[in-house]
């Protein structure tokens, strides 16, 4: 009895597994195709360095509405347009008499700070169409950047900071806090702005984590109910089918050649390959059959003598979808879905004793 409920744990875990797979590939295709890490990290720019859009606003999504509309789909793209020239060799000054503006004798002229910094920024960037593809910008690599527009001010770090203030960029406040925390020292301040980026990333990462947390639940529930996936009743099928549940754990148990696809294509974050991860870890006629209730079903033939066929199974999908009955596996399968494929892929990992790393 108990190598059946190990078994049945197995079962479970991998089923959990393939479909947190599948929700990991969609996400991250779809961050892919929109460049949603790349304008994730240039909407924090353009707020640091030039302010929201209008007053008040944000580059930065504020509801997790706009993460699923506003974010990927709307016109005001923060990115700036990609460059494949390598940066200026000469950094021209921030076009602005403070003076003169601080007196009220002048507006503020509109300077594209976020634009300047990515002039200094370009080697790094990457041809991937009209708008850069940078979406990861290293501390030490920022600090250089904010040292190279010093280098281009009369008055040293006084005098961007002075122009910074007159424009009215966000970022002043910050470089002020620094450059003073450093005594005025230029290698402290360096390494100051360092650091200071450095907590803003991981800030910044927290928040983009938190977002992505309601995207995989959309995802999870979503799938669940395309594939009808009610963890009670795959449970009971497991139990009930004495060979279908030694033949799901003989694939969870087969190492390298049970898993392969798992190990070698399927990253949780930043899959290399999130199509050959969704399409290959369904190769074996067990795995399929997990997902048996969908609203189109695949049979593989076990021997491999014929095509995979599809069935439309609309009709029978709707019945078992408004069907309180399975309205509580279906819940067990999306709270499931929210701990994440590393999650699960680690506790099967712990389970038969699979060695290497996750998927």
């Excluded at 122009?163 to 470089?175: N, T």
């Excluded at 009808?228 to 279908?244: C, I, Q, V």
């Excluded at 870890?281 to 033939?301: E, N, Q």
């Amino acid at each position: 009895m108990i190598s059946v409920y190990i078994d049945l744990a197995i079962g479970l875990v991998l089923a959990f597994l393939l479909l947190s797979l599948m929700v990991s590939g969609i996400n991250e295709a779809f961050v892919r195709l929109f460049g949603i890490r790349s304008k994730f990290l240039w909407a924090y720019l353009r707020d640091t360095m030039d302010g929201g859009p209008r007053e008040g606003a944000s580059w930065i999504p504020a509801k997790v509405a706009d993460v699923f509309a506003k974010l990927p789909f709307s016109k005001d793209d923060p990115r700036p347009r990609h460059e494949p020239e390598p940066a200026p060799s000469v950094v021209e000054p921030v076009p602005v008499d403070p003076a003169a503006v601080l007196a009220a004798e002048a507006p503020a002229p509109p300077v594209d700070m976020t634009g300047r910094l990515y002039g200094r920024l370009q080697e790094i960037d990457r041809p991937a169409g009209a708008r850069t593809s940078i979406s990861d910008i290293p501390p030490e690599r920022f600090s250089g950047a904010v040292m190279e527009l010093v280098s281009a001010e009369e008055g040293g770090v006084e005098g961007l900071l002075t122009k910074l203030e007159a424009i009215g960029s966000p970022l002043a406040g910050h470089l002020r806090g620094v450059w003073e925390g450093a005594q005025r020292d230029m290698g402290k301040f360096r390494k100051g702005t360092e650091a200071w980026f450095d907590g803003e990333m991981q800030r910044l990462s927290t928040l983009y984590r938190r977002y992505v947390k309601w995207v995989v639940f959309a995802l999870g529930l979503v799938l669940t109910l395309l594939f009808s996936m009610d963890a009670l009743e795959y449970g009971k099928t497991l139990l009930r089918d004495n060979a279908y549940r030694a033949g799901v754990a003989a694939i969870a148990s087969g190492g390298q050649d049970g898993l392969g696809a798992l190990r070698d294509k399927c990253a949780v974050e930043g899959a290399v390959e999130p199509y050959s991860c969704v399409t290959e870890s369904f190769s074996s006629p067990a795995l399929v059959k997990i997902f048996d209730h969908a609203i189109v079903s695949v049979t593989i033939p076990p021997d491999g003598s014929e095509d995979p066929s599809f069935n439309w199974n609309g009709a029978v999908w709707w019945e078992r979808l408004i069907t309180p009955g399975h309205w509580p596996g279906y819940l067990i399968s999306v709270v499931a879905l929210l701990f994440g494929a590393s999650f699960w892929w680690d506790v099967l990992r712990r389970m038969t004793g699979i060695r290497g790393g996750r998927p």
